[in-house]
């Protein structure tokens, strides 16, 4: 079974990418999609990595949400709880408990161009919804608490 199979659901992935994590300590996954770019690529493998601490801002985590497997950035945190958000995306993903985040991605991002890619994509949403130019994603609506 491949994880690129479009049959495989988020809970079998999910528990693919545990069990490699357990028994190898990293998992690869490819991109899919565009909402990480710069710093994700679509179709770019990318390593992921047992969380070993508490997400801090800026890190793009794996987490399970409502609506499946997500790779994207950390830009809120507050006690046990994150916000995270695709660089390019729209809307923040819901309120979710650290603890489900997977794992996270190892990039090598410097810590001043991971604060300075949070920055800009907290910025983005901003002046989006401050503009009124939301674009109703389907995708992420159906996650907002």
Do not use: Q
């Amino acid at each position: 079974m491949s994880i690129e199979d479009k049959s495989v659901t988020p809970e079998v992935t999910e528990e693919w990418i545990r069990a490699a994590l357990v028994s190898h300590g990293t998992a690869e996954l490819t991109v899919r999609g565009s909402c990480m770019t710069p710093a994700l690529i679509e179709g770019e493998r990318v390593k992921l990595m047992e969380p070993g601490r508490p997400a801090r801002l800026g890190d793009i985590v794996l987490i399970r949400t409502l609506g499946g497997l997500r790779l994207h950035r950390v830009v809120f945190r507050a006690r046990e709880n994150v916000r995270t958000k695709g660089d390019h995306g729209t809307y923040l993903d819901p309120v979710t408990p650290a603890s489900r985040i997977i794992a996270v991605c190892a990039i090598e991002e410097s810590p001043a161009v991971r604060m300075a890619r949070t920055a800009r994509s907290v910025l983005r949403l901003a002046r989006r919804w401050s503009a009124g130019r939301v674009v109703r994603d389907e995708a992420h609506v159906r996650l907002l608490p």
